[in-house]
């Protein structure tokens, strides 16, 4: 009868958890990348194929932004935020593998980052 009731107890314990394990496999993946006063934080990222960048103005305020690919894996549509200075987001879900440079168009010689997006 023992036996019978710690099975049991197993299974309930692996049902309970079976739902957390499923919606953290199918959870999306995110990096948020700084935006500041002439530079993007971190300045080069590493993120895996399917992931959410996305690019945060601060809420103080401060210079006005945008976010441009400027380059990118080949067959990928450029993008191009709006201008902003603060409290605005901007995201892309970087589907293809390879490498992509950002930059601000208004600070392109001080404000650049690349993005390496594996398989």
Do not use: E, Q
Request: charged content about 25%; aromatic content about 8%; overall charge positive.
């Amino acid at each position: 009868m023992r036996r019978t009731t710690a099975a049991g107890a197993l299974l309930l314990s692996a049902l309970a958890l079976a739902p957390a394990a499923i919606s953290h496999a199918g959870a999306a993946k995110s990096k948020t990348i700084k935006i500041g006063d002439n530079f993007f934080a971190p300045d080069s990222a590493k993120v895996a194929k399917g992931t959410k960048v996305v690019w945060r103005w601060p809420s103080a305020g401060g210079d006005t932004h945008d976010v441009k690919l400027r380059s990118g894996p080949k067959g990928v549509k450029k993008f191009h935020s709006d201008y902003a200075s603060s409290d605005f987001s901007f995201a892309r879900t970087l589907k293809k593998p390879g490498k992509y440079v950002v930059i601000c168009t208004l600070h392109a010689d001080v404000m650049r980052m690349t993005i390496r997006v594996k398989r």
